[in-house]
């Protein structure tokens, strides 16, 4: 039987695992400082809640009209990140682009809007297991490939490894290696349908959406760096600069790439903790690069694995803060690539700063 992960939402306590707290016991962050304490003042308005119920609730019962301007939100999101960062390859260059949990697809039709030449793969949650609709307008669906499919029905575990009777799937060969852009925009839908035997407690629900939120974390970035082509770009979604798992995340892209931005675009979400890091030039053809990622891709497929067939009834457990250690410890995180966190976090705290105030300042809150 499939049930929605969709559930009452409870406002964590202030002060647990706060991340920012962390970061401003190390360092003087003005920026990080600010939005901190306006996070606080929207935790503490109890005026608020109704707002992101309602919110919540458009979410989960999208009607055609919503999912249209959400369409043209991402458009408009897409272009203000390419103007500020330079996301698309040359003009006139050919290309091929994947984008991962593309619908409706405001993303992959600004790109085939802006570049004639290009040719794009999407896969996305089918709308029967919760996903948004597909609306990619109808002339530029010629050089477009719509996958339905849900991500997490890839088998993404390592080779040989067996036990994944419901994963049959690897990714194509045909696909490994092949894009000079891969974008993954996907998040935790509370709408997403799973599998639950009987009638599933409120407890249920909240652990259903946290192994799915994990998992999904994990198989977009194995299926970005699997499809992206050396020297390609990588444009990932990611929440709070400085908390686990984006932290650990941004390392790697760091690592793996000529070039690392992050930019939050003023024009979705601006006062919310999402932002995007974009990664240009992943893994040109160096020894060390190909073995790190490589290196890499096995620990992430490792930790896919457990996520989905571990725990104590072998139905998939939550990540940890050490599951990464492969990658990063917190530890070296909060160390030496604490100033480089800072100075990648700043522009992305501000914009948030700015929209909570203007926020605030909509809703009455002083």
């Known amino acids: 039987m499939s049930r929605s992960l969709a559930y ?7 002060d647990a695992n706060s991340a920012a707290l962390t970061v401003l016991e190390r360092r003087h962050v003005p920026e990080l400082a600010e ?3 306006l996070r606080r003042k929207g935790w503490r308005d109890e005026g608020l809640d109704g707002h992101f119920r309602t919110q919540r609730k458009v979410a989960d019962q999208s009607t055609h009209a919503s999912e249209v301007f959400w369409f043209e939100m991402m458009k408009k ?20 682009f994947l984008d991962v949990c593309c619908c409706p697809g405001g993303f992959s039709s600004f790109t085939l809007n802006k570049r004639r030449s290009a040719r794009g793969v999407g896969i996305s949650l089918p709308v029967s297991s919760g996903g948004h609709s597909f609306m990619l307008e109808d002339y ?18 390592p080779s040989g490894v067996s036990g994944m009777p419901h994963s049959p799937d690897r990714l194509p060969d045909s696909m490994l290696e092949r894009f000079q852009l891969v974008i993954i925009d996907g998040h935790a839908l509370r709408t997403y349908a799973y599998a639950s035997p009987g009638q599933p407690s409120l407890n249920d629900a909240k652990e259903a959406h946290i192994l799915y939120r994990d998992s999904l974390h994990i198989a977009q970035l194995i299926v970005a760096l699997e499809c992206v082509r050396p020297g390609g770009t990588i444009m990932m979604r990611l929440s709070h600069v400085e908390a686990f798992p984006a932290a650990h995340f941004l390392y790697l892209l760091d690592k793996l790439s000529d070039e690392l931005t992050v930019y939050k675009p003023r024009s979705m979400h601006a006062y919310r903790g999402t932002f995007y890091v974009v990664a240009k030039g992943i893994c040109r053809r160096t020894p060390t690069l190909l073995e790190l990622k490589a290196r890499y891709v096995a620990g992430l497929r490792q930790l896919w694995f457990a996520l989905r067939c571990g725990g104590p009834d072998g139905r998939g457990r939550r990540m940890s803060c050490s599951d990464l250690d492969f990658i990063v410890s917190t530890e070296e995180i909060l160390g030496g690539y604490l100033d480089r966190l800072i100075e990648l976090g700043r ?5 948030q700063a700015e929209g909570l105030h203007g926020f605030f300042a909509k809703k009455g809150i002083k």
């Open 77 to 96: 999101g897409m272009k203000e990140m390419d103007d500020a960062v330079g996301i698309l390859p040359s003009q006139g260059m050919p290309f091929e």
């Open 347 to 351: 522009p992305v705290w501000r914009t």
């Open 8 to 14: 009452e939402y409870t406002a964590p306590p202030l």
């Open 35 to 37: 939005l901190d304490q």
């Open 140 to 157: 530029l669906r010629p050089r477009y490939r719509f996958i339905e499919k849900d991500i997490l029905e890839y088998n993404l575990a």
